[in-house]
């Protein structure tokens, strides 16, 4: 470790350097650098992460991603009062960020069980409005889309319009019907007695739907 000479009521006195800081009972002491050849964050008084107020007047340091952490930005992909909006998963602005009537129409539900990307959703009331996959076998209608997977108990974003991007294997100009897989659509009507069925749209592409729903029939 390394050391230097240091006069002390008028004697020299050899004393170490320090790599880190322990707080008060370091202060006047000379540092080093650490075994990153760097200024130890306990020495810079730095952090790359941020608790809030009681870090206060701390210095903001690169996290182990080599970027500034969101606790320090202060941002959110998600709708939060006085946050930096940042991007989602996929690289763009939320939806949900967007004020109402600008993007396509979305509302965040909670879901009641998990979701895959690309499912089709049902809407039903447990203790408030959830979201659960839409399903011809047991009458839970399709309302809507998600074109992210969520866990259950998530927060998802549920599309209502526009194009389902996240489906794969359909028939270009094909309508799509909801099919008893729950989640997913099909290409042959249903026939089952006591099955509905609902009219999702056209596939525009083998990976795309345009969601345009219709009132389903429940087969005698």
């Known amino acids: 470790m390394p050391k230097f ?5 008028g004697v020299l006195t050899e004393e170490s350097t320090i790599a880190t800081s322990a ?6 002491k000379v540092p080093q650098l ?9 020495i810079t008084n730095g952090k790359n992460t941020s608790a809030g107020a009681g870090d206060a007047g701390k210095l903001a340091a690169l996290n182990a991603s080599g970027i500034l952490d969101d606790t320090i930005t202060n941002a959110s992909a998600t709708s939060a009062a006085n946050k930096l909006v940042k991007m989602d998963g996929t690289g763009r602005i939320a939806v949900g960020v967007l004020p109402t009537g600008v993007g396509p129409d979305t509302k965040d539900i909670v879901t009641s069980e998990a979701l895959s990307a690309g499912d089709f959703v049902n809407l039903h009331n447990v203790g408030g409005t959830r979201a659960r996959k839409a399903d011809a076998a047991t009458n839970k209608r399709a309302v809507g889309f998600v074109l992210a997977a969520f866990g259950s108990g998530a927060t998802a974003t549920v599309y209502f319009e526009g194009t389902n991007n996240q489906v794969s294997g359909k028939t270009p100009g094909a309508v799509q019907f909801l099919s008893a897989t729950p989640g997913t659509s099909t290409e042959t009507a249903p026939s089952t007695a006591t ?3 609902q009219n999702l749209g056209v596939a525009v592409s083998a990976t795309e739907i345009n969601f345009e729903p219709q009132q389903p029939i429940t087969l005698a």
């Open 23 to 28: 707080g008060a009972g370091d202060a006047a």
């Open 34 to 42: 650490n075994g990153s050849g760097v200024l130890d964050l306990t």
């Open 5 to 9: 000479l240091k006069q002390v009521s």
């Open 195 to 197: 099955h509905i069925v």
